[in-house]
């Protein structure tokens, strides 16, 4: 099995068009045409890393973090992500990084932190710009064949849905000239035929395999078919998690269950509210710009990291905001990636989770 083809497993879950603009995810070193003989899967690439996956026989190295992440002008081994690099390429190893796609994507690494804290709810921010819809037109004896290959190809999926779709049934009119090659009808003569419009929506990054689908499975030569671009959100993509705890607990217990739960030696936090904690929000890695929306949806409590000391004071002391660690909030998702990876390739052997505790901060 190449390595291509584990990562387009990867990009089925975390599609790389759902990554910030500001983001680096996908394939960063080396040649997916390779042959893969082991994965290890990562919070961060480092030097280390590679060497672990060396020692381990893995050829590819699926990290969250991108170890190239704003460019690079030399590659001489200056500072650790040179060498990084150079590991890698020296030793015919393959970096690959999933990173905001998969902060992004449904059962990605918000919902992962939220589900170790035992949450169930939805996507806090969910993403605009990412769904569009298809309308087009079709002879009624074709609908079908159409509508599935449509499908099959990614169309059509709602939240919990699939195969969703509205026709409305009508009379096409069209005039072949004499250069056409029409699937019905003759040249220069005017055509009605009994046609169906079919209008389904679709993820926006799978537009032109759909546009493909689309027009090989259509009869005629040329197909008559429109994409809008939609205003809605998209339910299930999107940033950050919120819902409720099983039970309303008091912030003290509140901060001490979320310690345990993480394995944590210390947590920030802003000061405890009175009332118990029901509602909360999380967010896996640098989650400071969702405080806004979790105090919109008025969650009593929002867990993620990398907050800032005047960021704390935008809590307005609504919503106790906790500050839990960078790695601490993500480490989990190493977990995620190996039960996906292992559903997937249930036969492929190497499919291992680091040892390396890549964490870069220390208590004392
Ligand atoms: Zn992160």
New binding site residues.
Partial sequence: MQIREILNVMEAWAPLAWQESYDNSGLLVGDSSLEAKGVLISLDCTEEVVEEAIKKGCNLIIS??PIVFSGLKKIIGANYVERTVIKAIQNNVVLYASHTNLDNSPKGVSYHLATKLGITGQVLKPMRDALKALQYYVPASHEQALREALHAAGAGNIGEYSSCSFTQEGLGRFQPSAEANPHTGSANVLSEVNEVKVEMIFPAHLESSIISALKSAHPYEEVAYSIYSLDNTWQDVGSGFVGTLEKAVEPTEFLAFVKKRLGLQALKHTALPTAPISKVAVCG?AGSFLIKDALKNQCDAYITSDIKYHEFFDAENQCLLIDVG?YES?VMIIDAIHDYLSKKFSTFAVLLKSETNTNPVFFA
């Fill in positions: 969250h973090h890695g960078h993500e």
